[in-house]
């Protein structure tokens, strides 16, 4: 299989008043490959959120990338690739939310609390896609019928304060899946769902997968990164300590001691 991303020699940097400069991930090198579910592992803190960040150009400013380049579906896309600043995020605008998405942690923060829920949901299959409002709405609702939210249609006319977090979690998971990126990354996705709807969840990921994306994972459940992931990439303080198919991290773990496997 292609690879969708390519990340070589990433180094990411973050200045502050309090600490100084902190390095989050030190020369990370991954691969993501067309049709390949990889789990990036690790405690808080180890740089995993950072890493994908910096993939989808959404460092804070205070963050840079310091060096390594960050190829996707064949082209650097790093800041350092790009005349100006200007270009760089005029070119990821392009790209992000059709052939590249991001699932954040935090839903809540991603939402704009203004406005409803269906409309965001809308928003970015009418940005990306030929369709009129109408028809936007009605596949919003579609896509949240299919992640198991009952009454769809209700939710959709509900504004994000006015859901719970589960409910909130899968209108982002919506929106991640609405446009079939080529390369989608979600980071901790399963945080408020429970068993039933996270294998569901983990069946539309298996399913963007077969239609040949690559889908990035970070995530702490072991169990479910078993049963879900191709690869599995274990991260700690900033770096990838061990990289393999998930029979070969789980059944032969070389970082045993920094992410203990427990049943």
């Given at each position: 299989?292609?690879?969708?991303l ?7 940097k ?5 600490n ?7 020369a990370?090198?991954?691969?993501a ?6 789990g990036i ?12 960040l ?9 963050a840079e ?5 960050v ?5 650097d ?5 790009f ?6 995020d ?5 790209i992000?939310?059709?052939?590249m998405c ?8 991603y939402?704009?609390?203004?406005v409803?829920?269906g409309a965001?949901?809308a ?14 709405r009605?596949?919003?609702?579609e896509?949240l019928a ?9 939710v ?5 304060i ?7 979690q899968?209108?982002?998971i919506?929106i ?9 990354i979600?980071?901790?996705p ?11 969840v983990?069946?539309?990921f298996?399913e ?9 994972v ?9 049963r879900?992931?191709?690869d599995?990439?274990v ?14 991290v ?5 970082s045993?001691?920094i ?5």
């Amino acid at each position: 299989m292609a690879s969708v991303l390519e990340i070589k020699d990433l180094t990411v940097k973050y200045h502050t008043e309090e600490n100084g400069t902190v390095t989050a991930d030190r020369a990370v090198c991954l691969n993501a490959e067309a049709g390949r579910i990889t789990g990036i592992i690790g405690f808080s803190g180890s740089g995993k959120t950072s890493l994908m960040l910096a993939v989808m150009g959404l460092l804070p400013k205070e963050a840079e990338i310091e060096s390594g380049t960050v190829k996707f579906q064949g082209t650097d896309i790093t800041v350092s690739a790009f005349p100006d600043l200007l270009a760089h995020d005029t070119f990821m605008s392009g790209i992000r939310g059709k052939d590249m998405c991001m699932i954040f942690q935090n839903p809540m923060s991603y939402f704009d609390p203004t406005v409803k829920i269906g409309a965001q949901i809308a928003e970015v299959l009418r940005n990306h896609r030929k369709c009129g409002w109408f028809e936007s709405r009605r596949m919003a609702a579609e896509m949240l019928a299919a992640l198991n939210v009952p009454d769809a249609k209700k939710v959709c006319r509900r504004y994000p304060i006015e859901v719970n977090g589960g409910l909130l979690q899968k209108a982002a998971i919506a929106i991640g899946l609405a446009n079939k990126p080529k390369l989608l990354i979600a980071d901790e996705p399963f945080s408020a769902l429970d068993a039933e709807n996270t294998a569901l969840v983990c069946e539309r990921f298996e399913e963007l997968k077969d239609q040949g994306s690559a889908v990035i994972v970070i995530l702490h459940d072991l169990c479910t990164a078993e049963r879900l992931c191709d690869d599995i990439a274990v991260m700690n303080n900033g770096e990838i300590v061990e990289l393999g198919t998930a029979a070969e991290v789980m059944n032969n773990p070389i970082s045993v001691g920094i992410y203990k496997r427990t049943d």
